[in-house]
């Protein structure tokens, strides 16, 4: 395929379902383990624009990581709207520091980088709930901006805070979590947590309806179970237009590993047919539940992701063909 075609006018592929729509995507159209492997992208696609036109020609969502590690910029997003058809989706992930994560100066942009209080002898990150209110209004200001373009546009899915692993079931906490909801007012929220206090032991239906009562979206999760900070597969639905499943395989020896050198080192799994099966029939039983039913792959090493969503997208088809549905 000629680079000219690659990067012309694309349209992308209709999502499947019944009463709503289950889009099927991966967690990033850039990992760099994708890229190196050729294994997706063919000749001609060498460049940021054509990799995300060609991505978008081959799946209707996508996931943003990169806001997550710093702060996203709101020319970039105006990028994505021009480069995607009408019916493409994005998922943006919220920046480090809205999450309770630590967050090193030089991701903070430059303006706020310079107005951020000097750091204690040997720290090297801030926390949010050590930085003065201005400049987390700041930080929340310029994070909303950034993904205005995408929410203008009317291709912003959602806004996804994947919270720190100590971000316990907490009154201080759970007051956070609620000031997020509020900043975002106007915006989609998904949720995800990664500390057993949320939906361990009996706390799953109370924090089920916290999130509910909240209008937020509740992430479902598949990932190792019972190593290091994990979240709980709760197979639940508390917001009727989205249903949130995300699939970082089930690779226990990387998944609380130290050092390694990449994410596809730490999500590097290949889904079995038989879980591919298992998984396809629990997103089927959500489509009655939510309008919109987003599964977003997180297995990258090389196109393990490309090939499991396929495979995914297959199985639902198969299984609508089944159900008679059109």
Known sequence: MASDDLLGEVTSPQPVGRRGNVRIGLCSWSDPSLIRSKAFYPRGTGTPEGRLRFYAQSFPVVEVDSSFYAMPDPANAVRWVERTPANFRFSIKAFRLLTGHQTPPQ????????????????????????????????????????????????????????????????????????????????HLVAIEFRNAT???????????????????????????????????????????????????????????????????????????????????????????????????LNVNHEDQGVRAARALERKQRQLLGQLGSP
Request: net charge negative.
């Open 198 to 296: 949320w939906f361990g032991a009996d706390r799953a239906a109370e924090t089920l309806a916290w999130l509910r009562a909240m209008r937020v979206v509740h992430t479902i999760v598949d990932e190792p179970q019972g190593v290091g900070n994990y979240a709980h597969g709760v197979w639940e639905v508390t917001h009727p237009q989205l249903a949130l499943v995300r699939l970082h395989g089930r690779n226990a020896e990387t998944w609380d590993a130290k050092g390694l050198a990449a994410s596809s080192d730490r999500f590097n799994y290949e889904y079995t047919d038989a879980e591919l099966e298992d998984l396809s029939r629990g997103i089927d039983g959500l489509v009655d539940k939510a309008f919109d039913v987003v599964v977003l």
């Open 107 to 186: 991701v903070f942009p430059p303006d706020i980088a310079a107005a951020l209080p000097r750091l204690k002898a040997g720290r090297r990150n801030h926390y949010y709930a050590d930085l003065p209110e201005e400049i987390l209004d700041e930080v929340w200001r310029q994070f909303i901006l950034a993904v205005a373009p995408l929410k203008d546009a009317g291709k912003l899915l959602a806004v996804h805070f994947q919270f720190a692993p100590w971000v316990t079931n907490t009154a201080t906490w759970r007051a956070h979590v609620e000031a997020c909801v509020q900043r975002m007012a106007g």
